[in-house]
């Protein structure tokens, strides 16, 4: 069965800081989506990579995929306080059409 | 731009009472899914649905859960006898189409507690 572990869960940092988010996954799949939640709100879709070696930005985030390492990661450069947030990443299964999601990576940022 | 809603956004229930969450998908979508989030945890799949049959559930869809599209336009998941770990927030999703380009458009949620 797909696994999919994030790290790490919990990540507090200084605003103008540089941080990364990674997210690991065990079988093979080359879909993979980038969530952002708010507390009591829904998930908004903030990346889609489909294929390995794809890099996407928006604004002081970056997500890229490496598929042979099964890795995703979510960079965040200079960190404000509107990126607090908790960020999940979801891999779709290679066969059917079920997202399975990590444990979501908690961001808080102070300034 | 069009959007997944869902009704109600919040259902209080007591343990042992039928609930039904209400979901409206995009309307050219044809893959529908149910989604759950117990709070502070990950959120995990329930059961997908297309063609008005289910093509997958998960483990936690058993006999208590089901899922139907009365109409053209809803998408309705019944929980028969609540239990009060079924508290959690129920997203519902939509796609297009399933295969290489998947994106799933997740609803704002039902909060649902049992009490």
């Known amino acids: 069965e797909l696994k999919v572990e994030q790290n790490p869960l919990f990540l507090s940092m200084q605003e103008g800081k540089n941080y990364t988010i990674y997210c690991n996954y065990s079988?093979?799949?080359?879909?993979l989506y980038w969530y952002r939640q708010d507390p009591g709100k829904s998930l908004e879709s903030l990346f889609v990579l489909l294929s390995n070696g794809a890099v996407k930005q928006e604004g002081r985030l970056m997500a890229s995929l490496d598929t042979k390492a099964r890795l995703s990661t979510l960079h965040i450069t200079a960190a404000v306080h509107d990126l607090s947030a908790t960020y999940f990443c979801a891999v779709l299964m290679e066969y059917g059409n079920k997202l399975v999601f990590g444990a979501g990576t908690i961001l808080r940022v102070k300034s | 731009e069009p959007e997944v809603t869902q009704t109600p956004s919040h259902q209080v229930t007591q343990m042992g009472q039928e609930v039904i969450l209400r979901c409206v998908p995009i309307?050219?979508?044809?893959?529908f899914y149910w989604y759950r989030q117990i709070l502070g945890q990950k959120v995990e799949f329930l059961v997908s649905?297309?063609?008005?049959?289910?093509?997958?559930k998960s483990e936690i869809f058993d006999d208590q859960f089901s899922v139907e599209r009365p109409d053209g336009s809803n998408f309705t998941l019944k929980i028969r006898s609540t239990k009060l770990e079924d508290s959690a927030m129920y997203f519902c999703?939509?796609?297009?189409?399933?295969?290489?380009?998947?994106?799933?458009?997740f609803g704002p949620g039902t909060r649902l507690t049992v009490l």
């Open positions: 649905f297309y063609n008005n049959e289910i093509s997958e």
């Open positions: 999703a939509s796609t297009r189409l399933a295969g290489y380009y998947n994106e799933q458009f």
């Open positions: 309307s050219n979508h044809l893959y």
């Open positions: 079988t093979t799949s080359d879909r």
